[in-house]
DNA sequence: GTCTATAATTTGATAGAC
DNA sequence: GTCTATCAAATTATAGAC
């Protein structure tokens, strides 16, 4: 009636995997709640995707391949690093938001084993971001628009302002003493205010 | 010789439980790992700590009592606001680079079990830093010293600026493809250029 | 207080019927 | 392909000697 058609079992149990793994982490998650979100037993995850490893793999290997796209086109394009600035930080904290536990789960698994990424992508991110940007930052430095700054040290600005405060939200709504709905509210804020904090800071 | 004197065996197997807790995780923390690391076996670990639970709430604890007062203490001065964010930006830069797992693992924890910190410490954090720099920050925007700015915004600017480029190391070193010398230089410049850029943000 | 040995439980993985 | 039943290993926790 609702659903048009049913999902296969594979892409069922990879769902549910996101959803566990992406929560409780590698070695908090457990095969048997995976099966359980997934309506089937524990014999189907091994079927289908051998071991606890492998299925963890697949499931990090989506997570990548939907971040790393996200940043890539927002910057890789012909606009004004300004109006790249205002997109960028607008569209990613709503992505974010919408998935606020996949960067914290790819920080994490990310330390405790350092050469996932090359396990998941060949490098997708790759220095294209940076390649194009750091020129057209260099560029307006020296046309006087915008102050001398480390282009690399811009990005990691406009980085941290947008993913920190979604990731670190059970501290920092402590810290600022906030309940849910009143922290969500400064985060919905965040999405045109950061912009605006950097565009401030290098304009000349 | 070198060593004074031992250590008692209680803070033995604090210090080393701190080490594996904050690297694996709760879920992940092994006791016989703890037990290897502090050089005696794993039943003295319930001798003195009852529980994999119990030992590790006294970690978090730690954790927790070393962060917090850092915090307050920076901002809790008589400077002038300016002063007070290069004194915060130098100074947390510093100290959570020296202790790089810690705020990642008060994250991690805090969303597997959003009220550890009720259990950890009677709200030590507090409103204090809000209340006094709001005022603060107010009177200096009435004054036409900076931009208009919410205050809890720029708060949330200044620690997203400090600690995110630590705890995102693994990713971000990637995405701006530096090697591990050259990814920790551009974090001892943020230590003066995260100041420089919030600084810049709001002059008037 | 500290150790060895072991119990009790959890959990990833497999065998085999249907 | 899907299930039930079960194994094998890992892991927290405890008992009891010294």
């Known amino acids: 009636m609702t659903k048009v058609k049913e999902q296969n079992t594979e892409t069922v149990i990879l769902e549910a995997a996101k959803e566990v793994f992406q929560h409780?982490?590698?070695?908090?998650?457990?095969?048997?709640?995976?099966?359980?979100?997934?309506?089937?037993?524990?014999?189907?995850?091994?079927?289908?995707?051998?071991?606890?490893?492998?299925?963890?793999?697949?499931?990090?290997?989506?997570?990548?391949?939907?971040?790393?796209?996200?940043?890539?086109?927002?910057?890789?394009?012909?606009?004004?690093?300004?109006?790249?600035?205002?997109?960028?930080?607008?569209?990613?904290?709503?992505?974010?938001?919408?998935?606020?536990?996949?960067?914290l789960f790819i920080i994490n698994e990310l330390n405790r084993n350092p050469n996932l990424l090359k396990d998941a992508f060949a490098n997708k991110i790759e220095n294209n971001i940076e390649q194009k940007l750091v020129a057209q930052i260099d560029d307006l430095i020296a046309k006087g628009e915008i102050r001398s700054i480390n282009p690399e040290q811009l990005l990691l600005h406009i980085i941290s302002l947008s993913v920190f405060p979604v990731i670190g939200k059970p501290l920092l709504k402590n810290i600022l003493q906030k309940d849910d709905k009143s922290y969500k509210q400064l985060i919905k804020e965040r999405q045109t205010c950061v912009a605006e904090f950097v565009i401030n800071a290098i304009k000349l």
């Open 24 to 103: 409780k982490g590698m070695a908090g998650a457990r095969m048997q709640e995976i099966a359980d979100k997934a309506g089937i037993n524990k014999a189907m995850l091994h079927y289908y995707y051998r071991s606890k490893d492998k299925l963890f793999s697949a499931v990090f290997a989506s997570a990548i391949n939907l971040m790393a796209p996200k940043i890539m086109k927002i910057i890789n394009t012909e606009d004004h690093l300004f109006a790249k600035i205002e997109n960028f930080t607008y569209k990613y904290i709503d992505f974010i938001s919408k998935h606020s536990y996949m960067p």
